[in-house]
């Protein structure tokens, strides 16, 4: 959910784009990370731990513990917190390690 | 001079070596310069000329601005640096090329990560450190929950508290293992007005919750930190935020080979340096909160006495600049002083000097 009214804050928030989540579109403001596009829209699970498969999401915001870690445009690992998404990008959640062998 | 980190005590180093003239480069992981000083929407206490009054995320502005009108200072964004060789290397990866860097000094201002807490459920979605609260919130506008509970009455628990009040976010309550609130009552005033309670003598016992946090389950504690059956409280959140400290974020000083210390009062373990913070190894200096956790005040003061010690560690003599050094290590000291620095001098009156570091290091195993 986005905040609207801000007693000391202007969210000066960029051009609208759409980018794509597990294959539905997503609204989104230019400027901002993967992760925070993501929360806007309700979207707090972002990956699931390599061997319990338990579900995962933005705990440090600043690319330090690998909780937010998705597939971006074919890359796997990318921190989504630190990222900011793009017109077009698509964004999958990812199955374990993610395969880097190309 | 090499410099990691674009925090507070990075961009202060980089202000001040650039102004003697010399070359700087910033290393900064984000895209954005200012570390956490972009995220803080309350006002400065501390040093009486420099901050005190202003937000945080003024301050920033005008140290990026001062540092884009430097010729002196080149900075990478969203870059890593990915290692430190024996032969005083560094390796960046910037741009996707992987640079090599041998500087002539280097200030390592990494800061500091937010310590976790180990209780059932803990890795949820929902649950955050209380600096992604503040990102998500301050910086990008979006609000992580619609009712939080928050662990931790420290400043930064009790701060962050009002912030997600300011954003329209139910705080459900804070609660605080010590007996006493952490933070500073002024804080603590502002949210209990709001009529959030804080529960001193209080755990979180477990997260609930399938895909992401539901509920969060408190308890009382006995003096002996043991919990009190059948003390239980349920707690309807969508959001459980942890403040409960944070820790140097060393690693890189580790593999420069700097000794490390623990010392529980500037957050773990924390690199000896001496009174220039200069480290073990004599081409690295530290300032900020991976020097210690203090605030930010402290680390832009630190930021800017790392710079001066190491422009005249490269050769810059004169009565000048050893003058300006002195200041600033006065206006640290003045900083620290009172009932509040109580614990950050603690802290540093164990560190013995750079001299002793090897003996410090060993006589705290056990």
């Known amino acids: 959910m986005r905040i609207q009214k801000h007693p000391i804050l202007n969210f000066n928030r960029g051009e609208k784009i759409t980018f794509k989540y597990n294959g539905s579109e997503i609204k989104a403001y230019k400027g901002e990370t993967i992760a925070a596009a993501l929360h806007a829209a309700g979207i707090k699970e972002l990956k699931k731990s390599v061997k319990y498969k338990r579900p995962r999401g933005l705990f440090c915001a600043i690319g330090n513990c690998s909780s937010c870690l998705m597939t971006v445009n074919g890359e796997p690992n990318v921190k989504t917190c630190t990222t900011r998404v793009e017109e077009g990008m698509v964004v999958e959640e990812q199955d374990g390690k993610g395969d880097l062998s190309d | ?366």
Not at chain 2, 45 to 68: D, L, N, P, V, W
Not at chain 2, 237 to 251: E, F, K, M, Q, S
Not at chain 2, 315 to 327: A, C, V
């Open chain 2, 1 to 366: 001079m090499f410099i990691v980190g674009g925090g507070p005590a990075g961009l202060a180093a980089a202000i001040k070596a650039a102004e003697y003239g010399k070359k700087v480069i910033i290393v900064e992981k984000d895209f954005k310069l200012g570390g956490q000083l972009i995220k803080q929407t309350h006002r400065f206490f501390g040093s009486k000329e420099e901050c005190a009054g202003t937000r945080g995320i003024e301050i920033a502005k005008k140290m990026q601005k001062k540092i884009k009108n430097s010729a002196n200072i080149d900075v990478w964004r969203e870059a890593t640096v990915q290692g430190y060789y024996e032969d005083d290397v560094l390796t960046v990866s910037h741009e996707n090329k992987f640079k090599k860097i041998k500087a002539g000094k280097i200030i390592i201002a990494t800061g500091a990560a937010e310590k976790m807490l180990t209780f059932p459920n803990n890795d949820l979605p929902g649950i955050y450190g209380a600096g992604a609260v503040q990102t998500l919130m301050n910086i990008y506008g979006v609000v992580p929950g619609k009712r939080v509970l928050m662990i931790g009455s420290g400043n930064i628990g009790l701060i962050v508290s009002y912030q997600l009040l300011q954003a329209g976010v139910e705080v459900a309550g804070v609660i605080e293992a010590m007996p006493e609130i952490g933070g500073y009552l002024v804080h603590a005033a502002k949210i209990r007005r709001a009529g959030v309670p804080i529960y001193t003598g209080h755990t979180i016992k477990k997260a609930v919750g399938e895909r992401c946090v539901q509920q969060a389950v408190i308890c009382k504690l006995t003096q002996d930190w043991n919990q009190v059956a059948g003390s239980e409280k349920y707690i309807d959140v969508d959001t459980i935020c942890l403040a409960v400290g944070l820790r140097p974020l060393i690693d890189l000083l580790l593999q420069a080979g700097c000794i490390t210390t623990y010392i529980p009062e500037l957050g773990g373990d924390i690199p000896p340096r001496d009174e220039n913070l200069r480290t073990t190894n004599n081409k690295i200096y530290v300032a900020g909160d991976v020097a210690g956790i203090e605030e930010a005040t402290a680390a832009i003061l630190e930021g800017e006495l790392a710079a001066i010690s190491a422009v005249i560690e490269m050769g810059s003599k004169g009565d000048r600049i050893k003058g300006e050094r002195q200041i600033i290590k006065n206006k640290l000291h003045d900083l620290r002083k009172g009932p509040v620095g109580a614990k950050i001098r603690a802290g540093l009156k164990k560190i013995r000097g750079i001299e002793h570091a090897t003996k410090d290091r060993y006589s705290h195993i056990g």
